[in-house]
């Protein structure tokens, strides 16, 4: 089941700002070189590049994206985040009942990782919102425990907490930002990761510059149950 729901600007973990991001034809881009141990864990236990498994397109419980191949699990439900402007997909939102993990895929270098530059950019993104950026190690390396204020429906003010998990593997880096119940304890068990540990990454050939989003697309026959605008 789908739903499409509007990109907010503000939400944290982004891109950063694109005239910093690394550009040019030289497409290693950063200079902190990828870490094997964390490479070897990814390549034992995903999630996965495309040459490391074998299309499973045809597979009815994989949902191509494009960019991303997802194995469904019962209980689980997919969203998919669009531009407002373009109606591009930007992002898929995993949801289970204990919370959600988003998931974007991005272009990196043949040698070098960009985690350590994108993870700079999410906590300086974090204090101009008021809030904090904790590092702390996990399953893959160091990660980011993101605490926000927020304004709710009601007028009160609230507090989010987020953990944003970078995976790199072969040319690109898949940004995983927990919600929920997984953002605060990170168990290894629950649904959602073991979803994220399934998913393939398709980086295809063609050039892009480091922290170039990978084109997603809504899957063909998909069908639309509602649009949430805000």
Request: glycine fraction near 12%; avoid cysteine.
């Amino acid at each position: 089941m789908f739903r499409r729901r509007g990109d907010r600007s503000t939400d944290l973990g982004l891109d950063g700002d694109p005239e910093t991001a690394e550009t040019g034809a030289d497409e290693d881009g950063g200079s902190t070189s990828r870490t094997a141990p964390t490479d070897e864990h990814r390549r034992a236990v995903g999630p996965w590049d495309a040459s490391e498994r074998p299309s499973t397109t045809d597979d009815s419980g994989v949902v191509d994206l494009g960019g991303l191949l997802i194995n469904g699990r019962p209980g689980l439900e997919l969203r998919l985040q669009t531009d407002q402007g373009t109606g591009v997909v930007v992002a898929a939102l995993l949801v289970s009942p204990d919370g959600a993990v988003e998931l974007r895929p991005f272009a990196a270098g043949r040698s070098a990782g960009i985690w350590d530059a994108v993870r700079r950019d999410i906590a300086g993104e974090a204090a101009r919102h008021g809030g904090t950026a904790t590092e702390g190690e996990g399953e893959y390396g160091t990660e980011l425990r993101v605490v926000v204020p927020l304004r709710a429906q009601d007028g009160s003010s609230v507090t989010q907490t987020s953990r944003v998990v970078g995976i790199e593997g072969p040319r690109w880096l898949l940004r995983a930002t927990y919600l929920g119940k997984p953002a605060i304890s990170a168990t290894g068990d629950d649904v959602l990761t073991q979803t994220l540990r399934d998913v393939v990454v398709v980086r295809g050939d063609a050039a892009m510059a480091p922290r170039d989003p990978l084109p997603l697309r809504l899957p063909p026959n998909a069908q639309v149950v509602a649009h949430d605008s805000d």
